[in-house]
Structure formats: C-alpha cells, structure tokens
C-alpha cells in the first residue's frame, strides 16, 4: 500500500469517527420522539413536581426550551428526577439525554467525568441559613457548629475550605439528599444549612415556619449552574448550548412570547431576524429546523421572562437578578453573535 493510499484510509476513518461522535444524541433524541432530561427531584424555582407531578422551574424551561428547538413543541420532554449522587450517572450511562439539576461547573467535572457544561443558566454562590434563635448575624460566628448538607455536591469543599480558611471548627452532618438535608436541619439535628443562596431562599419559604430562619449575608463560593451532556457529541452540545443562548439573545434584542411574531414579520435588526429564522440557514448545521429559536421564545420567552416567573420577582422566591442581569445591565448574561 502507497504511502497516498494510507493517507486517504486515514482520513476517511477519521472522517467516520467524527460522523458518528456527531450522530449520537440528536438522532436518538428525533427517533425516540421527545428529550429525556434529568432534573432536582424537588428544588422549587429550579425543578420541582405540582401534586400531578407536573414539572416548574428554570432548570425544567432549559429542558423545554431545547424540546421545542429539535420538535418545535416544548411539551416533547420527560423528566427523570435525580439525587445529587445519581446525576452523573444517569448522564454517563445514557440515562438521560441532557441534564438540567441545578449543578456547578467546575473544572473536574468539565474535564475528568465525560462531561461538557453548555453555558450557565444561573449565577450562584454558597450561603448558610440558621434559626434566627441561634443569635448568629454572619457565617463567621458559627464557630462550633454543626452544618447539613447533601453529599456529593461541591457544597461539602467549599464548605471545608471555608471553615478552614477563617480557622472555625464545624461538624458537617452530609445527608444523601436534598430533602434529607432540610429535614434533618428542620429537626433541629443541625445549626445551619448549607447550600447555593437560591436554594436557601427556595428552601426556607417552604419550612413550616419561614420567619424563624434567616440566610446569612455571606456568599462563600462561585456556583455557576448550568446544563450539561456527555463529552464527544458536539452536535448535541451545540443544540443545548445555542439553546440557552437564545433565550439570552432574544431578551438582549427586546423579543418576547407577546411579541416574537411581529418581530419575525418586520424586524429591521439583521440580528433578531436571523434569531427568529427569517433570514439565513442557520439550523441547517445543528440538524435543526430554521424556526428553531423561534420556537424557543415563542413557547417560553426570553431569558428575562423565564428568570422572572420561577426565581425572580413574578415568582414566591423573588431573587433579584443581580449578576444574572444581562451584560448591558451590569450582570454576567451574554449570548455570542447569531451570525
């Protein structure tokens, strides 16, 4: 064999590989007729089951948001619920097609576990919430304490790297789940409870007493929150990732569920047309329809609306958007140019 022909075998295998790395996700997800995405089992604002099992929350729109980019019908998802310590799993083995559970990027889980974080849909940091009877007015005076929180999370080392840096000494009291952490803190089996600040906020108004307790001011960590797929898929990771950037783009250009036809229709801005597929192809490399974005935002807005009505002030949590502002406004948000 020629030196030629070994060339163009290789080429060809290596053209194979990349072929099939990028048939995976998208076609099973068209053939099989709907998105399965693991979400909390119960973290409101995020995601969290009505008493007939209905799915809410930002986490849960993400989800939605790419059903209506591969189907045009944002219903075209299920949900399986998972514990901190299943999520990965379930992602890995194919569980899920896509996993959208309040979960933090961080470097070993983007490099080292298989997977590929596609953006951030919240910006967060770690915080503490006690009893108000406690006496504690900031998180440097729980000195001595003993603090719940959910195993397999990166609230455990944040939580040690904090303690140790101020030089307090703690017991950390690590509960297989969410909902066991909360209990056991309810309970009275610990003196805080950590986790991200929303989900303090999302946590405490659902006690029996929400006035008894109160987050402390400290935000102790960087948690940015994001979707995340399986590593080797590049064209399932483009469809989640411009996913989310439509919705950040379609509030950055004023489009909304009210008014994203008549944008489609008479636009000027080159930018929000080729957005809405009224101008261009630019579906056509993702295996995507040209109305996708459309799509999107015609189901379940932009951005700004899906903040509003699960954390924000349209919902019980009223979270402000601090740094999950828009870049314009003095927040983090920010979506690539759609050309």
Request: one cysteine or more; charged letters at 20%; hydrophobic letters at 40%.
């Given at each position: 064999?020629?030196?030629?022909?070994?060339?163009?075998?290789?080429?060809?295998?290596?053209?194979?590989?990349?072929?099939?790395?990028?048939?995976?996700?998208?076609?099973?997800?068209?053939?099989?007729?709907?998105?399965?995405?693991?979400v909390?089992?119960?973290l409101?604002?995020?995601?969290?089951?009505?008493?007939?099992?209905?799915?809410?929350?930002i986490?849960?729109?993400?989800?939605?948001?790419?059903?209506?980019?591969?189907?045009?019908d944002?219903?075209?998802v299920?949900?399986?619920?998972?514990?901190?310590?299943?999520?990965?799993?379930?992602?890995?083995?194919?569980?899920?097609?896509?996993?959208?559970?309040?979960?933090?990027?961080?470097?070993?889980?983007d490099?080292?576990?298989?997977?590929?974080?596609?953006?951030?849909?919240y910006?967060?940091?770690q915080?503490?919430m006690?009893?108000?009877?406690?006496?504690?007015?900031?998180?440097?005076?729980?000195?001595?304490?003993?603090?719940?929180?959910?195993?397999?999370?990166?609230?455990?080392?944040?939580?040690?790297?904090?303690?140790?840096?101020?030089?307090?000494?703690?017991?950390?009291?690590?509960?297989?789940?969410?909902?066991?952490?909360?209990a056991?803190?309810?309970?009275?089996?610990?003196?805080?409870?950590?986790?991200?600040?929303?989900?303090?906020?999302?946590?405490?108004?659902?006690?029996?007493?929400?006035?008894?307790?109160?987050?402390?001011?400290?935000i102790?960590?960087k948690?940015?929150?994001?979707?995340?797929?399986?590593?080797?898929?590049?064209q399932?990771?483009?469809?989640?990732?411009?996913?989310?950037?439509?919705?950040?783009?379609?509030?950055?250009?004023?489009?909304?569920?009210?008014?994203?036809?008549?944008?489609?229709?008479s636009?000027?801005?080159?930018?929000?047309?080729?957005?809405l597929?009224?101008?261009g192809?630019?579906?056509?490399?993702?295996?995507?329809?040209?109305?996708?974005?459309?799509?999107?935002?015609?189901?379940?807005?932009?951005?700004?609306?899906?903040?509003?009505?699960?954390?924000?002030a349209g919902?019980?949590?009223?979270?402000?958007?601090?740094?999950?502002?828009l870049?314009?406004?003095?927040?983090?948000?920010?979506?690539p140019?759609?050309?």
């Amino acid at each position: 064999m020629n030196k030629l022909s070994q060339i163009t075998i290789g080429a060809l295998l290596a053209l194979g590989t990349v072929s099939a790395a990028q048939a995976g996700t998208l076609d099973d997800v068209k053939k099989k007729g709907f998105v399965q995405c693991g979400v909390s089992a119960g973290l409101a604002g995020f995601s969290a089951p009505d008493d007939k099992g209905n799915y809410s929350g930002i986490d849960v729109d993400i989800c939605k948001a790419v059903a209506a980019a591969v189907f045009g019908d944002a219903t075209k998802v299920k949900f399986t619920p998972l514990t901190a310590k299943e999520r990965f799993t379930a992602l890995q083995s194919g569980e899920v097609d896509l996993l959208s559970r309040n979960t933090t990027w961080t470097l070993n889980r983007d490099t080292a576990q298989g997977l590929s974080f596609t953006g951030v849909t919240y910006y967060g940091g770690q915080g503490f919430m006690v009893r108000k009877s406690l006496g504690v007015k900031s998180a440097k005076e729980l000195d001595g304490a003993s603090v719940c929180t959910e195993t397999g999370t990166t609230t455990e080392l944040n939580l040690s790297d904090y303690f140790k840096s101020n030089g307090l000494k703690y017991t950390v009291v690590a509960l297989g789940s969410n909902s066991e952490a909360v209990a056991a803190y309810d309970s009275g089996r610990c003196d805080a409870y950590t986790t991200d600040a929303s989900g303090l906020y999302a946590t405490r108004i659902a006690l029996a007493k929400p006035d008894d307790h109160i987050v402390l001011p400290e935000i102790i960590s960087k948690e940015p929150l994001g979707p995340v797929v399986r590593q080797g898929d590049s064209q399932w990771f483009g469809v989640v990732k411009w996913s989310l950037f439509a919705l950040v783009a379609a509030e950055e250009y004023g489009v909304t569920a009210a008014n994203v036809d008549e944008s489609k229709a008479s636009s000027a801005n080159p930018e929000v047309k080729r957005l809405l597929g009224a101008e261009g192809e630019f579906g056509t490399p993702m295996g995507l329809p040209n109305d996708w974005a459309y799509q999107i935002v015609k189901q379940l807005g932009n951005y700004g609306e899906v903040f509003d009505r699960n954390v924000g002030a349209g919902s019980p949590l009223k979270i402000d958007r601090g740094i999950n502002a828009l870049w314009s406004k003095g927040g983090l948000q920010y979506a690539p140019p759609f050309r």
